[in-house]
Each structure stands twice: as structure tokens, then as C-alpha cells.
């Protein structure tokens, strides 16, 4: 079956550093998503993307973040500068269309932890 | 704004039925999901219902919508200790900008004792 897959599982980091984290879409879905969950908080929309710009963010996505789809599968959010604030679960998910019923798939997550 | 509200535990005996609630805001949300988080796992889609629809059964399954309250139930019969795990109710309000992006509560933690 296919699925989402993300890496790095856990990314440890030093405030101030840049971090990328990588997404693989399922194959034919042509939205991409990301999501953070901060721990014991709600999971939060970030960003969507679609034909290769953003559809919509949300304002957690400020100037430090960006996405990409830098070839015909990744796609990746970047975080320039982190902040310690920003260590949460990072989750790709994808859909293949955005209609109303737009099953979205979820990877298992990247833990970022911002030192 | 959109703002889901759900608790954050719920422990049942193996074999009984558990119900997991969750409240919603945003009446322009047309449908309204469960999803499913293992240890370790991404979020898994549960079930969904349309807005239009009170209830929705799937096997062991059943989704209660009030939308005059804006509640949202999932009940699981004869829980099972592979149940266990969080669960998420959303939401996907139109935003306007063409997409539709989900609004999560926080999770039901269900615990199941043998």
C-alpha cells in the first residue's frame, strides 16, 4: 500500500541552524501538506502546496519557514534560523485531490528538537 | 476561528464499548474525520462523515454528528487492546483559498485493559 514516507525521524539541532526536512508524497497526489504538533498541543496546519506554489499558510508559517518540491517526489520544509519554540513533530501528509472529501495521508513524523 | 475540543484520556475494559467526544466550532466545516495515531505512526483515517448525516457505522465503528450542538462522537465496540492509541478529531473548514486544511484537537489517549 502506498504511504508517506518522511526523514529524518528525529532531527536534533542547535537554535540558530538551519534544518530541512524531507517528505515523500504518494506517488500520484498531487497536495502536499505540513503539520506540527508541539508536544501535548494540537496538531496545527502549516502550509499547503499545489502545482508548485503555496495554496495556503497558516501564520505559524512565517519568513523562517519555506517548502519546495525539488524534484518529481520530495518535498521538503526548510526552517532557516530555528528557534527553540519550534521543536515539535513535523508531519508531511498528502491528498490526491482538494475536494471536500480530500483523504489526506499522513507520514509518521519528524521529531525536531531545537538544543 | 475553528477550535476542536476533545478529552485527553479515556481507559476502557477489553470488550466494552468506548465513545470518544469532541466538539467543534466552525459550522462550515462539511465533513468531519477521526483519525487514528500509533506510537511511532503517522495519523491514520479512521472514519469521516458528511455534515448532512447524523450517523455513519463501519464496522465496529460508529460516528454520532449533533450538528445543532456541533458534537462529534466516536464510538469503538468491544474495544481491543490494538485500540489503543490517540485519537484525533478534525475538522476542515473552507478557507476560501481553494484548499481544505484540517483543524485537529489535541487527541483522545484511549488505553485498553486486558
Redesign the interface.
Known amino acids: 500500500e502506498p504511504e508517506v514516507t518522511q526523514t529524518p525521524s528525529h532531527q536534533v539541532t542547535q537554535m540558530g541552524q538551519e534544518v530541512i526536512l524531507r517528505c515523500v508524497p504518494i506517488s500520484n497526489h498531487l497536495y502536499f501538506y505540513w503539520y506540527r504538533q508541539i508536544l501535548g498541543q494540537k496538531v496545527e496546519f502549516l502550509v499547503s502546496f499545489y502545482n508548485n506554489e503555496i495554496s495556503e499558510k497558516s501564520e505559524i508559517f512565517d519568513d523562517q519557514f519555506s517548502v519546495e518540491r525539488p524534484d518529481g517526489s520530495n518535498f521538503t520544509l526548510k526552517i532557516r534560523s530555528t528557534k527553540l519554540e519550534d521543536s515539535a513533530m513535523y508531519f508531511c501528509a498528502s491528498s490526491e485531490s482538494t475536494g471536500r472529501n480530500n483523504e489526506q495521508f499522513f507520514g509518521p513524523g519528524t521529531r525536531l528538537t531545537v538544543l | 476561528g475553528e477550535d476542536?475540543e476533545q478529552s485527553l484520556f479515556l481507559s476502557v475494559r477489553e470488550g466494552d464499548s468506548s465513545v470518544i467526544n469532541c466538539t467543534y466550532t466552525d459550522s462550515s466545516s462539511?465533513?468531519l474525520y477521526w483519525?487514528k495515531q500509533e506510537p511511532?505512526?503517522?495519523?491514520?483515517?479512521l472514519t469521516?462523515i458528511?455534515s448532512n448525516m447524523d450517523m455513519k457505522q463501519d464496522q465496529r465503528l460508529t460516528v454520532l454528528l449533533n450538528k445543532k450542538d456541533k458534537h462529534l462522537s466516536l464510538r469503538i465496540a468491544d474495544t481491543q487492546t490494538g485500540d489503543s492509541a490517540i485519537y484525533?478529531c478534525?475538522e476542515?473548514p473552507?478557507?476560501g483559498?481553494?484548499?481544505?486544511?484540517?483543524?485537529?484537537?489535541?487527541?483522545t489517549k484511549l488505553s485498553v485493559i486486558p
Do not use: D, H
Open positions: 476542536v462539511t465533513y483519525y511511532g505512526a503517522g495519523l491514520q483515517l469521516y458528511f484525533f478534525a476542515s473552507y478557507s483559498a481553494g484548499s481544505y486544511q484540517l483543524t485537529f484537537g489535541k487527541g
